[in-house]
Each structure stands twice: as structure tokens, then as C-alpha cells.
């Protein structure tokens, strides 16, 4: 089925089938704009020429100190240059890319390491400490690579090689090492192990070279574009948007440290067009006391949780446009998108405007499908109540969990990659989070959803942030408990804010107590929910 009668000839070869690979990019951009810029980071501004040397002196240093196809390289970096360049330079030199979280602990980052065997680690002096002590438990220890950042109050040590000096020895005609095969292993993420030990997702030259082509078709690119890059670098690979914008001719801007005045003076001083971020650092940037004004569309992609209606509603008000995308470390990041249907939706409100957008919406082009199943692993009614688990299956899921088939197959069962996520699916076919499976709350049989009370809460003008857990009760087994973040200056009570959601909520959704002071955060934004869920059990 599918043949032609006769296909004699008709054969895959080097000239009609080449495997897929982010590298193609990179190779692609140096030649048609060899002088268009691609990098920036304060005084840093590479063109593409630039950019593609130091990726083939990158790799062909990484060559000399041992590593070969296959082995792993990791990075303890900020967004900075050096981490942009090793998304290129890593696979360049047949190597598998292990961007690690620079907010973790000692143990957790030497488990990383064992786990991975990294042969090199490219490590910012900022967490040189870290990586020391973390090496230090290792009996096959990484040959450390130190990447200062003067500017940014953080010089070289002096303890190890550094990263200019790996640079300035490499060879800017390298020549880059393509995979034979584009299911071979490209990057190595750990999932953030909130309970257990994190999981090594295994991403591939085709899924992350598919992801790039569909997100320029997603968010709309044209090109030129200039992406600050505000989601961190360690996290799904920044979204893939590095391996992404050399395909448009973009420009990659680093941004070190996030706040709102960076941000916003990113987006004046620089033209941004494109950034990606929490929706913490949307409540971040609408909350800023005097924001910097800009005369030019901004597009932002936000994901990582729900975001609050009134938050999406208040970023309108400032000049951005949201779209809100979903995915999770083992689909390169955003898979799912939030479409919007021109006309019909234009007319309403901007309250029901931006409840639509609060919505994760449709897969993405190089995905095959997204759905929602109930227990017995069917697909759920679209009738925007029925609640079920989200599922995805197509280019842009991983390869499976490093070392662990168990987890692998679990993850994969009924042939669709199971997220562990709570949602409905609307009459429309767009899926809605309503919880992860562990955040239900379920209050004298009745199931509460956390985002649901967490989105009511947000409307509230005192509210800068919140997150509603389980809170063991003797009667109802458990009852919503509220952890709430004011705004500098704000003041409400508990009575207050617990009245302000009854009146919009049924009773049993209602937070029986309100627990006020700084919620803690992944370094992506996410608020460590089982942090709180700890702190009540003790």
C-alpha cells in the first residue's frame, strides 16, 4: 500500500535524503547573512560569521579535551553566550547537549552528572562552588571549564581552564560532526524530580529540528526577528528557540538576570519583537511601577501554568500579545498552542477574550495529535466538565527516560505520551489544564481544581501571586488552603480574600484558611506547590 508498481531506482540517497538536525540552521544562516547579527549579550554582539566560528571552536575544544560522539557535555550556565553557543557547538562535535538547572542542589546536580557521565562541564563562575562540591562526590569526575562574566560581577577564579582560552586554542573550520541518523541523541534534560530523582529525557536531532519549523509557524515569524531569551537556557533547552532562530536570520539576546526593568529595556533599547516567559513574569512586567513604553508589537509565548485570566487580560493593556502554549520537558516544550480564531472572537469582551487565551488550546504542526483520556484510556466527551488526562503523540516527544525502560513504557502506554496533567477538552476541540493529577484537591468527594480557586484569587487587585494546595482536614479529609503573595503596598485579610471567593465560587471551592508571605519558586517561575503541601503537613 502506498507503492508505486514499480519503484525500481527510486532509493533514498545523500542527494534526496539528508537527517534532520538543528545544525542545518546554523550552516544555512552563515551563508546567506554572514554579517546580519545573531548574538548579543552587553557589549557582545556577534554577527553570524562570528557565531558559527566560536560554535567550531567550541566544538573542536570540547575534541581536545577527550570528548568524542556520543558522550555527554553539561553546562552550569545562566543565559549567557557560552550557553547559547553550546546548543550548536555540543552536537557539533557529535556530542549530546546536558544543560543542567543552576538552582538545584549539590546532591541533585551530582546525580545529574553520574547519571549523565558527563566527560565536560562548562560551569559560570557564579556557580563554580556548586559544581565543585557537586564533582567532589563523583569517582568519575568531569573536567570543569569555567566561563566568567566579568560585567556581571562574576571574574574568573583562576581554579580551572577557562572557557575564552578553550575558544581562542579551537579551530573556526571545524568540521562539524552531522549524525548519520537523525533519531541519534541530541540533548539530555532532567525533569525537576519533585518527588524521587529526576528523569533523563532523551531529545533527538529530528524532533528538535521539527519543533523549530513549527514554532515559526506558530508564533507567526517573519524574518529578522529578535528574541530575548528570558526562559532559561537549562530549561527544554530554552523552548528550542536558539536551535530555532537561525533559521529566520534572528538575534538572540541574552538576558542574565530577569526583572521587569530588563525586560522592558530590552524591548526599547533593542527592538525585541519575541520572548518566552512564565506567567510569573507576566505578573511580573504588569505589576512593573513605571514600565518603559515601546512603539512595536511584542509577542510573547507564556507556559509552565495556567495563566491568570487578569493577568493575561493586563498584559493586553501594555502592548503585548500572549499566546499562551503548554508542553512539558519530555515534548522539547511548547507543543500544545492556544490558535486564535480570528473574527467571532475578536468581538468579545476582554475578559472573555482573555479567559480563551488562559486555555492551552490544539497541537502543534509536527505533532500528531492531542487529547484528553479518562482512566479506562478513552477519549473523554468535549464537553468542557468531563475531566481526564492530557496525552500527545507525534515528532516532538522524547525518545524515552535515559536508563530507565520502566518509566519509558509507562510514559508511552496506548501509544500517546501520558503528561499526567488534569484536563477538559471544549466543544471546540481546544484542551483546558484543570490540575495536575497530584494538585486536585478533593474535599468530601468533591473534586476542587487549585487553578480554578488559584485564577479566582488572581482578580483580586491585592493579590501578586498565589497557589491553593490540600490541607489535611478531620471532616472533609482535605479543604482548599490558600498561600498568598501581596503587592508591595497591598494589605487584605484573610477574611477578606476567603469572602472575595465565595462570592464567585461554590462553597466547597472556597479556601478555608489564607496563609499570607513570599511563595517558593523553580527557577522558571513555577511555585513549588510541594513545598507548601510540607510546610502544612508539619
Known amino acids: 500500500m502506498g507503492w508505486l508498481e514499480d519503484e525500481t531506482g527510486l532509493d533514498k540517497g545523500q542527494a534526496n535524503f539528508v537527517p534532520l538536525t538543528p545544525l542545518s540552521h546554523l550552516a544555512r544562516a552563515v551563508r546567506i547573512w554572514p554579517g546580519r547579527e545573531a548574538l548579543v549579550y552587553g557589549e557582545t554582539r556577534l554577527t553570524y560569521a562570528d557565531y558559527a566560528a566560536q560554535v567550531s571552536r567550541q566544538a573542536s575544544g570540547l575534541v581536545r579535551l577527550g570528548v568524542q560522539p556520543g558522550d555527554v557535555v ?109 533519531w541519534e541523541s541530541l540533548a539530555l534534560n532532567y525533569t525537576s524530580g519533585t518527588t524521587g530523582r529526576p528523569k533523563g529525557v532523551v531529545y533527538h536531532h529530528r524532533g528538535a529540528y521539527l519543533i523549530t519549523m513549527g514554532t515559526v509557524i506558530s508564533w507567526r515569524m517573519v524574518l529578522y526577528p529578535k528574541l530575548l531569551v528570558v526562559v532559561p537556557l537549562f530549561h527544554c533547552n530554552g523552548w528550542c528557540h536558539s536551535w530555532m532562530m537561525p533559521v529566520v ?39 512593573a511601577p513605571a514600565p518603559r513604553p515601546f512603539d512595536h508589537a511584542v509577542e510573547v509565548y507564556t507556559a509552565g ?21 503548554y508542553g512539558l520537558t519530555e515534548t522539547y516544550g511548547h507543543v500544545v498552542e492556544n490558535v486564535w480564531q480570528p473574527g467571532e472572537w475578536d468581538t468579545l ?19 500528531e495529535g492531542v487529547d484528553v483520556f479518562d482512566a479506562d484510556g478513552a477519549p473523554i466527551p468535549a464537553d468542557a466538565e468531563t475531566q481526564g488526562e492530557i496525552a500527545m503523540r507525534g515528532n516532538a516527544v522524547m525518545k524515552g527516560y535515559y536508563k530507565n525502560p520502566d518509566a519509558t513504557a509507562e510514559a508511552f502506554r496506548g501509544g500517546w505520551f501520558r503528561s499526567g496533567d488534569i484536563g477538559v477538552k471544549h466543544p471546540d476541540g481546544y484542551v483546558q489544564i484543570a490540575d495536575r493529577a497530584k494538585d486536585i484537591i478533593i474535599s ?43 503587592k508591595d503596598g497591598a494589605q487584605v485579610t484573610e477574611d477578606a480574600l476567603i469572602a472575595f471567593v465565595r462570592a464567585r465560587l461554590a462553597g466547597f471551592k472556597t479556601p478555608k484558611s489564607v496563609i499570607f508571605g513570599e511563595l517558593p519558586k523553580t527557577s522558571t517561575g513555577k511555585i513549588q506547590k510541594f513545598v507548601l503541601r510540607e510546610r502544612l503537613k508539619a
Open 349 to 367: 469582551p476582554p475578559e472573555e477574550q482573555a479567559a480563551l487565551k488562559a486555555r492551552q488550546g490544539v497541537a502543534y504542526p509536527m505533532m
Open 74 to 182: 553539561a553546562t552550569l550556565l545562566p543565559n549567557v553566550p557560552a550557553q547559547v553557543m553550546a546548543s550548536f557547538g555540543v552536537p557539533a562535535c557529535g556530542a549530546v547537549l546536558n544543560t543542567i538547572n543552576t538552582r538545584l542542589d549539590v546532591d541533585t546536580v551530582a546525580y545529574i552528572l553520574g547519571h549523565g557521565a558527563a566527560k565536560v562541564l562548562l560551569v559560570d563562575t557564579q556557580f563554580l562552588d556548586l559544581a565543585e562540591a557537586a564533582c567532589a562526590t563523583l569517582d568519575t569526575k568531569p573536567k570543569l571549564v569555567e566561563v566568567p562574566d566579568p560585567g556581571a560581577g562574576f571574574p574568573a577564579s583562576g581554579r580551572h581552564m577557562l572557557h575564552d582560552d578553550l575558544l581562542a586554542d579551537g579551530d573556526p573550520d571545524f568540521a562539524w560532526i552531522y549524525p548519520q541518523d537523525e
Open 444 to 486: 468530601g468527594g468533591e473534586n476542587v481544581s487549585s487553578v480554578e480557586v488559584e485564577g479566582t484569587l488572581m482578580h483580586h487587585e491585592a493579590v501578586l501571586v498565589c497557589a491553593v494546595v490540600a490541607k489535611p482536614d478531620d471532616h472533609w479529609g482535605e479543604v482548599p488552603c490558600a498561600f498568598v503573595e501581596l
Open 249 to 287: 536570520g534572528g538575534t538572540v539576546h541574552c538576558l542574565r538576570d530577569v526583572s521587569a526593568d530588563g525586560i522592558f529595556d530590552a524591548i526599547a533599547d533593542e527592538g525585541i519583537t519575541h520572548f518566552g516567559g512564565a506567567p510569573i513574569v507576566l505578573n511580573m512586567l504588569v505589576n
Open 305 to 325: 501554568a495556567p495563566p491568570a485570566a487578569a493577568t493575561l487580560g493586563k498584559m493586553a493593556d501594555l502592548g503585548f500579545n500572549v499566546t499562551h502554549v
